[in-house]
């Protein structure tokens, strides 16, 4: 058996062979990195739209009485806040409050939630929900009979019209709406990992490729392409989001990462609170900081050292080549007292040394 005969696929995987996509492994998945090229797909997305396979992802739903109360004493954020239709992002923590899995919850009812979990998090996330169950709770895995697809760029909204025939402004910014076609069912969020309008589409696995032909049809006119996971990673990158086993892990807290925003320390408790508590009362050691190459240069890359006076002071988490900006960027985990904003780096690549500065987030605006 080959290394990608033992790959899961995604219900679209056909239609990406059949466009000529290249085609990796991620995440234990088989997953499309690119159709043409990765500057041409990133640039379609800060331009017009791209329209990305998410279904590696995963989707449990949490229902019952009591689902609310339970997420609440789970995940970092405080689902108090979320009324129906709303969506928030949260973490998923360890007993050392490092981070399992970063996703979004989206409040589909008064007492059922759905979550958009990590591709090689879902049986991990389930477990531990499932481990931590408090009272009339029901967690189900829906990740095998559901598809994800992500339209996004300036252009998504006029493409959803098009193909759901209902103003995009009825789904507000964070939110989510149910829509019903042809006796399926329809989740759309107006959320998004690339720093434009975007939307997620959910639905049965059995629709994907009819969803997936149809916006792209719908998109042609508008400059919509198909679009991989290197552009994904490009976008995301660019307006510093994290990415699950980069940014975030078991060994790096919220805190550390610089999601303080999404930690709800005001609330009762939550799994890995007191460890962040702790923390926090100790002084964070490392912080994530974005880096900007001074110079033309060799892409950073993850895993590269990063050295501030000679001195070694952590690492990058992720790092390439800016296709917005044209030159090196990155995101390092690096030591608190080095971590200011302007301060002067080196990066490593190769035995070399490489001029950066850190900059604030996001490395990428948009122009007004």
Same mark, same amino acid.
Not at 62 to 71: N, Q, T, W
Not at 160 to 168: D, N, R, V
């Given at each position: ?77 405080? /689902?108090?806040?979320?009324?129906? #239709? ?8 360890? %007993?050392?409050?490092? @981070? ?36 009339? @709770?029901?967690?189900?895995? &829906?990740? %095998? ?31 989510? @709406?149910?829509?019903?076609?042809? %006796? ?54 660019? @307006? ?6 980069? &940014?975030? #892990?078991? %060994? /790096? ?29 100790? #002084? ?49 985990? /690096? ?27 996001? /490395? ?5």
């Amino acid at each position: 058996m080959s290394t990608t005969d033992s790959l899961r696929k995604t219900p679209l995987h056909a239609a990406h062979v059949a466009a000529g996509a290249r085609m990796v492994e991620f995440g234990g998945w088989e997953m499309p990195v690119q159709y043409t090229s990765i500057l041409q797909e990133h640039a379609a997305v800060r331009a017009a739209a791209g329209l990305f396979d998410i279904s590696h992802m995963g989707e449990l739903r949490v229902k019952g009485p009591d689902a609310a109360r339970f997420l609440n004493t789970t995940l970092t954020n405080n /689902i108090d806040r979320l009324a129906k #239709g709303g969506s928030q992002y949260s973490l998923l923590l360890n %007993d050392q409050g490092g @981070v399992v899995d970063d996703l979004f919850v989206y409040r589909i009812g008064l007492e059922e939630f759905l979550l958009v979990v990590n591709a090689a998090h879902i049986e991990e996330d389930y477990d531990l929900l499932s481990l931590l169950k408090q009272g009339d @709770v029901e967690i189900r895995n &829906e990740s %095998d009979e559901t598809a994800a697809l992500a339209l996004q760029g300036p252009a998504s909204p006029e493409i959803l019209e098009q193909w759901i025939m209902l103003p995009f402004s009825q789904i507000g910014h964070h939110a989510i @709406v149910c829509w019903s076609s042809d %006796d399926a069912e329809f989740w759309i969020a107006r959320t998004g990992y690339t720093g434009e309008e975007g939307f997620e589409i959910l639905c049965p696995a059995s629709h994907a490729v009819d969803v997936w032909n149809r916006i792209l049809e719908l998109g042609k006119l508008h400059g919509l392409v198909p679009c991989g996971l290197g552009a994904r990673d490009t976008l995301r990158m660019e @307006v510093c989001y994290p990415l699950n086993g980069h &940014e975030l #892990g078991p %060994d /790096i807290t919220p805190l550390e990462a610089g999601l303080s925003l999404f930690v709800d320390f005001a609330k009762a408790g939550f799994h890995g609170k007191t460890a962040l508590l702790a923390q926090k009362a100790a #002084g964070v050691p490392r912080k994530m900081v974005a880096l900007v190459a001074k110079a033309a240069g060799p892409p950073p890359r993850a895993g590269y050292s990063v050295f501030r006076e000679g001195k070694r002071v952590g690492a990058l988490t992720s790092g390439g080549l800016s296709p917005s900006l044209q030159i090196g960027i990155g995101l390092a985990l /690096i030591e608190t007292p080095h971590a200011a904003i302007g301060n002067s780096v080196d990066i490593e690549i190769r035995g070399k040394y490489f001029a950066a500065e850190i900059v604030k987030k996001p /490395i990428y605006r948009k122009s007004s």
